[in-house]
């Protein structure tokens, strides 16, 4: 079931809510440039478990409203805020892959955990994405700089090649065709503001204000957030465990689906 959460300023935030019912709530936060269908063989898999599958489109991707502004980690967790705040959700798993790991660590430390009771970082763009002179660790900032002048001179070229290092596992042209398309779902603007973000903001202390356990997921060939963030991430989140996953890269979601989805169960259940 699809429908909309009003955000400030009436921004209109997409959300798929799957088997309502369910005995316990997980809430997906995508990466960039997808939406909530990144998490389709997630939602396939487990409402059938009895879990309720929440799937929000950030601002600017997917289904949502698509603004001219809004593009920093405060007003996109604040987003996050409005969506569980209006579903009155407590004692969730608030889940975020790549942007959307960030997005969540934020919003637990500017909302003070707010509703989530567990986390799960999939492949999470923290504490940094790129490499900073105190952090020799992400991305060149050039390799961005390049993303955002590919973004705003040819986009679909730009979302290609941003697939081809997605995956670490063969993918079919038709599914590359449907990686593809999600990525075309979202804003040009949009798409490059997010990537600026990216060179703009960090997370260092918002890591170290989590204190619900943790669960961190990421691929050791990853080519967009370095398995080493992942490592960081585990040493600074207390409560944290971190699972490599050998055969994956930024997509372990999709690479390796069915052990994702028992290390996700698993965890849900602990």
């Not at 935030?13 to 909530?36: A, C, M, Q």
């Not at 487990?46 to 698509?66: A, E, H, M, Q, W």
């Not at 890591?207 to 490592?231: A, N, S, W």
């Not at 989140?237 to 689906?257: M, N, Q, T, W």
């Amino acid at each position: 079931m699809g429908y909309y959460v009003s955000a400030a300023e009436d921004i209109k935030i997409y959300v798929e809510d799957l088997n309502p019912e369910g005995r316990k709530t997980i809430l997906f936060v995508h990466g960039w440039p997808g939406s909530h269908k990144l998490f389709e063989y997630q939602f396939d898999c487990l409402p059938k478990l009895g879990y309720r599958c929440i799937g929000v489109d950030t601002r600017g991707f997917g289904n949502s409203d698509k603004p001219w502004t809004g593009y920093d980690y405060n007003t996109l967790a604040d987003d996050i805020w409005y969506v569980i705040n209006a579903l009155e959700l407590k004692d969730i798993i608030l889940a975020g892959h790549s942007t959307g790991g960030a997005i969540a660590i934020r919003y637990m430390a500017r909302h003070h955990s707010n509703g989530v009771s567990k986390l799960a970082l999939f492949a999470a763009a923290a504490p940094s994405l790129i490499k900073r002179p105190n952090f020799p660790y992400g991305l060149d900032k050039e390799t961005v700089v390049q993303l955002i002048h590919q973004t705003d001179t040819d986009r679909p070229k730009m979302l290609q090649d941003f697939g081809n290092i997605f995956f670490f596992q063969h993918i079919t042209q038709a599914f590359s065709e449907w990686f593809f398309q999600l990525g075309l779902q979202a804003a040009g603007w949009a798409t490059a503001a997010i990537a600026n973000m990216w060179i703009r903001e960090v997370l260092f202390s918002d890591l170290e204000t989590i204190t619900v356990p943790t669960l961190i997921i990421h691929g050791i060939h990853d080519q967009v957030v370095p398995f080493q963030l992942g490592e960081i991430q585990s040493k600074s989140i207390k409560s944290s465990r971190l699972v490599p996953f050998y055969y994956s890269g930024h997509a372990a979601f999709y690479d390796e689906k069915d052990r994702f989805n028992e290390e996700l169960v698993k965890f849900v259940e602990v």
